[in-house]
Each structure stands twice: as structure tokens, then as C-alpha cells.
């Protein structure tokens, strides 16, 4: 079940993503910063948490779980430590997705090359 | 020409995109990532017994890595004209942002071309997503306490 949950989740997430694109000027990087900035917006007061025991996986494959997994490690850290504690964990539980996407990318560009 | 009738002119030949049919691409593409997401954290959760949150990690470095993969094999821009947000808007599109934006600047050397510009598309994504997590967070803990 919690499979047609992921499909409903994410599908409805670029859906989303689809109708901004086709019906707006925005472009592709517009979008995916919208949805970042709405990620972080619903973790505040943890909704996304809810949809991501609703959906597992299926919640976590948009780009909304990085707004989400970003406020979520501040907020932790913040408990512990106060205000400081925000610039603390704020890259606690993303880190491992933008450093292996760094590293990855970066012995990928060495090996490849663009196409013409 | 006046201005407004140009603008109708460019109205009319500018190519009609079918919204329905891709919006229905954008559903379905997505709405597959999301089941392969959550097929690979129950994979791993169960092969490497490790916790779901931990497996959630590996699945998110997982389609990174097919992501960045396939942009250099250059399957992903055509699949991307199909499927269009159902694939950029998953983390997938992340990783091809970064990857293309490193594969293209390769070329300007190593630090000033590769190491300056790796971030020029995913960059804003990052800037802003650090931004507002931590207007928000402020908000949440000045106004409504550290935990609800």
C-alpha cells in the first residue's frame, strides 16, 4: 500500500511542477527552488514529517525533502544548543546528498566529456 | 509594428504544448521515481539492516549517482524532454544540474572553469533552501518554542 502512497506523493509533486511550467514564464530552476523554499515552509511545524510516514520513499525522492531535511537537522540541533544551534545541524542530514553529488560529479567531469 | 499586435503575431506561432499530456508524463515519470525511491530504502533497509533512516541516505545517494550517470552517457536530456518535470523535479534533477554544470565548464581548466562553476545551477537551489530553513527555523523557535 505504502507503494501507491509514494506514486500519489511524488506524482502529485511534479504535477505540480508541470502545471507552474506550463503555465507561467517560470523555468526549470525557478521551480525546484520553489518547492525547496515550500519543503522548509511545511517542516516548521512538521507537516512533511507526517507525509513522509504517509508516503516513505515516495516523499523523499522530491526535491521538497531537501528544504525539509535541511530545517529538520537545524531544528534538532537548535534543541540541543540554542539559536546557535540552527547554523549547527543545518547541513547535518543533507550533507551526505550534496557532498556525494559534489564528488560524484567531479570524477564523473573528469572521465566524460560534453557533448558537441 | 505596433507592440501589442506583435505580441498577438508571436501568440500564434509560438508552438502549442500539449499541457495535458504533460502534465499526465510529469504524474506518471514522478509518481514511478517515488516507487523506485521507496523500493530501494525497503531494499536496503532489509539487505544491509540498517535502520529506514539510514537507508534513506543510501537511496538519495543511489539516484544521485544514476542521475549523474546517465547525464553523462546523455540519456538524460533526452529523457527529459518527455518527461519534463517528472524527472528534474525528483533529486535526480539535482544531480543532472550539477553534473552538466561541471561537463560543460570542464573545458575553461580546472579551478576557474570546473571549481567556480560546479554550482552555477544548483547553487540557487542550495542559497535559498539554507535561507529560508533558517528564517523559518528563527520564526518557529522565537514565536512558538523549540518544540511543539
Same mark, same amino acid.
Given at each position: ?6 506514486? &500519489?506523493?511524488a506524482?502529485?509533486v +511534479?504535477?505540480?511542477?508541470q502545471?507552474?511550467?506550463d503555465? #507561467?514564464?517560470? #523555468? ?7 518547492f ?7 517542516d $516548521? ?7 513522509v510516514?504517509?508516503a516513505g !520513499? @515516495?516523499?523523499?525522492?522530491?526535491? $521538497?525533502?531537501?528544504?525539509? =531535511? &535541511?530545517?529538520?537537522g537545524? &531544528?534538532?540541533?537548535a534543541?540541543?544548543? @540554542?539559536?546557535?544551534g *540552527?547554523?549547527?545541524?543545518m547541513?547535518? *542530514?543533507?550533507?551526505? @546528498? ?5 564528488v560524484?560529479?567531479?570524477f564523473?567531469?573528469l ?5 558537441d | 509594428?505596433e507592440k501589442?499586435?506583435?505580441q498577438? &503575431? ?6 502549442k504544448e ?11 515519470v514522478? !509518481?514511478i521515481m517515488?516507487?523506485i525511491?521507496?523500493?530501494l530504502?525497503?531494499f536496503?533497509a $532489509? ?8 537507508a !534513506? ?5 543511489? *539516484?544521485i549517482?544514476?542521475? +549523474?550517470l =546517465? $547525464?553523462c552517457f ?6 527529459v524532454?518527455?518527461a519534463?518535470?517528472?524527472?528534474f ?7 543532472h544540474a550539477?553534473?552538466?554544470a ?6 575553461? @581548466?580546472?579551478?576557474?572553469g570546473?571549481?567556480a562553476?560546479?554550482f552555477? =545551477? #544548483?547553487?540557487?537551489v542550495?542559497?535559498f ?8 527555523g ?6 512558538? !518554542?523549540g #518544540?511543539?
Amino acid at each position: 500500500m505504502i507503494y501507491v502512497h509514494a506514486f &500519489l506523493f511524488a506524482g502529485l509533486v +511534479c504535477l505540480i511542477g508541470q502545471m507552474i511550467l506550463d503555465n #507561467t514564464t517560470l #523555468t526549470a530552476g525557478h521551480v525546484t527552488t520553489i518547492f525547496v523554499i515550500l519543503g522548509a515552509f511545511l517542516d $516548521t511545524f512538521s507537516i512533511y514529517d507526517k507525509f513522509v510516514l504517509w508516503a516513505g !520513499g @515516495g516523499a523523499l525522492v522530491p526535491i $521538497t525533502s531537501f528544504g525539509h =531535511l &535541511l530545517i529538520h537537522g537545524a &531544528l534538532e540541533k537548535a534543541n540541543e544548543f @540554542g539559536l546557535i544551534g *540552527l547554523a549547527m545541524g543545518m547541513f547535518d *542530514l543533507t550533507s551526505s @546528498g550534496i557532498i556525494s553529488a559534489i564528488v560524484i560529479s567531479f570524477f564523473l567531469s573528469l572521465i566524460f566529456n560534453p557533448k558537441d | 509594428m505596433e507592440k501589442s499586435r506583435y505580441q498577438k &503575431l508571436v501568440k500564434k506561432y509560438k508552438p502549442k504544448e500539449n499541457r495535458l499530456f504533460n502534465g499526465m508524463m510529469a504524474f506518471l515519470v514522478g !509518481g514511478i521515481m517515488g516507487m523506485i525511491g521507496q523500493f530501494l530504502v525497503e531494499f536496503y533497509a $532489509t539487505n544491509l539492516e540498517i535502520s529506514t533512516k539510514e537507508a !534513506g541516505t543510501f537511496m538519495i545517494i543511489t *539516484l544521485i549517482f544514476i542521475g +549523474c550517470l =546517465l $547525464t553523462c552517457f546523455k540519456f538524460f536530456d533526452k529523457w527529459v524532454h518527455f518527461a519534463k518535470a517528472g524527472l528534474f523535479v525528483p533529486i535526480t534533477g539535482f544531480a543532472h544540474a550539477m553534473m552538466s554544470a561541471a561537463l560543460d565548464y570542464k573545458k575553461e @581548466g580546472m579551478v576557474t572553469g570546473l571549481g567556480a562553476s560546479m554550482f552555477k =545551477l #544548483t547553487g540557487s537551489v542550495i542559497i535559498f533552501g539554507v535561507v529560508s530553513a533558517y528564517v523559518f527555523g528563527l520564526i518557529r523557535i522565537l514565536l512558538f !518554542g523549540g #518544540t511543539i
